[in-house]
């Protein structure tokens, strides 16, 4: 049987703001499998990186966590103090965060950070870190690992500098990997060689992954499982194939529409998704994609239920009502028969 290795139980995210309340997140749950590869989607400003930042207990002032339940390998997150969390945080979790040259101290040399990492959680010494650190370098494809440890950030490509990121993330085998945005800026060469290097990490380690993306053609060649969120809330659950061929909610038939290369061969017309994400201080009563939706009708001022369309296939919208899939709504008149 499948391991449970993160339960995030109806999470609600707020940040305290001139304007008043950002709710960033609101009553999110989702879970992740030991092993997995879990794909967060949506535009900007959906609440992706939010809910990894809760996960890894990195919400502060002027965050709030008000509501929800996280728990990791049957351990309540929320309860942690700051010592257990320096024995989980960079350890048995680890984040891939979405800006490398933010991410890492542009004073300090790579060697040191990497060993520094190394040390903090493994107890090695400084000699035997510094290996460590090498052979890490090398196994995320990084050439002259002894040369790059004597490098400041900045002296570093993009892809190099995400290398490192990951090559730290896994330094001491964490149980679960979150990467957020990690192919963001770069090339398409590197953005491959990064995806690979994920999907060829984790087949070696069995570490789970909680993928952070707005390209859902980056979710097609990594994750198994997809959650789809949008205005904070998540909008679908499923498979990739879930996703992909019975796709439960419009919001992700916008962004499978706006993907190169979908709908035939030859070249297509991208489909932008018209409008702008809701206004998160004043979010919306009911569904949060409402306004840009093309099937909104009036019952959408009412949150709908979640649908179970499937075994781990779910869908937020009222278009599911009687138990009918989406393509089944739309191809019989759409909503107004909804």
Not at 66 to 88: A, M, N, Y
Not at 92 to 98: G, I, K, P, S, Y
Not at 172 to 180: F, G, H, N, T, V
Not at 195 to 217: F, M, N, P, R, Y
Request: with cysteine.
């Amino acid at each position: 049987m499948t391991k449970r290795l993160l339960t995030v139980d109806g999470l609600t995210v707020s940040f305290h703001t001139r304007e008043g309340q950002n709710q960033a997140v609101r009553n999110v749950s989702f879970h992740i499998d030991a092993g997995e590869t879990l794909g967060i989607v949506g535009e900007s400003g959906s609440g992706k990186s939010v809910t990894a930042k809760a996960v890894m207990g990195l919400v502060s002032a002027p965050g709030e966590m008000l509501s929800g339940e996280i728990i990791f390998d049957g351990d309540r997150v929320l309860e942690f103090s700051e010592k257990k969390w320096r024995t989980v945080r960079g350890n048995r979790m680890a984040m891939v965060f979405q800006d490398p040259m933010t991410a890492l101290n542009p004073v300090k040399k790579i060697g040191f950070q990497m060993a520094e990492v190394i040390r903090r959680h493994r107890g090695l010494g400084k000699e035997a870190a510094f290996r460590e650190a090498v052979e890490l370098l090398r196994k995320v494809g990084i050439p002259e690992p002894e040369r790059r440890l004597n490098q400041y950030p900045h002296e570093l490509s993009g892809g190099m500098r995400q290398r490192v990121m990951i090559a730290m993330a896994l330094s001491c085998s964490p149980e679960l990997l979150i990467a957020d945005e990690p192919t963001t800026a770069l090339d398409v060469t590197i953005q491959a060689q990064i995806l690979d290097l994920i999907k060829e990490l984790k087949e070696q380690s069995d570490t789970a992954v909680a993928l952070i993306t707005h390209d859902l053609g980056v979710v097609a060649q990594v994750c198994t499982r997809v959650i789809v969120m949008y205005g904070g809330m998540v909008m679908e659950e499923g498979t990739v194939d879930d996703i992909f061929y019975r796709t439960g909610h419009p919001y992700t038939q916008g962004l499978l529409r706006s993907l190169p290369g979908q709908g035939g061969a030859g070249r297509q017309r991208l489909v932008p998704i018209e409008g702008t994400p809701p206004d998160l201080i004043h979010p919306p009563s009911g569904c949060p994609f409402q306004e840009r939706c093309p099937h909104a009708m009036a019952k959408c001022s009412e949150l709908p239920p979640r649908y179970v369309l499937g075994q781990g296939h779910s869908s937020l919208c009222w278009l599911l009502d009687e138990h009918r899939t989406l393509a089944q709504a739309l191809g019989e008149g759409g909503p107004a028969h909804g």
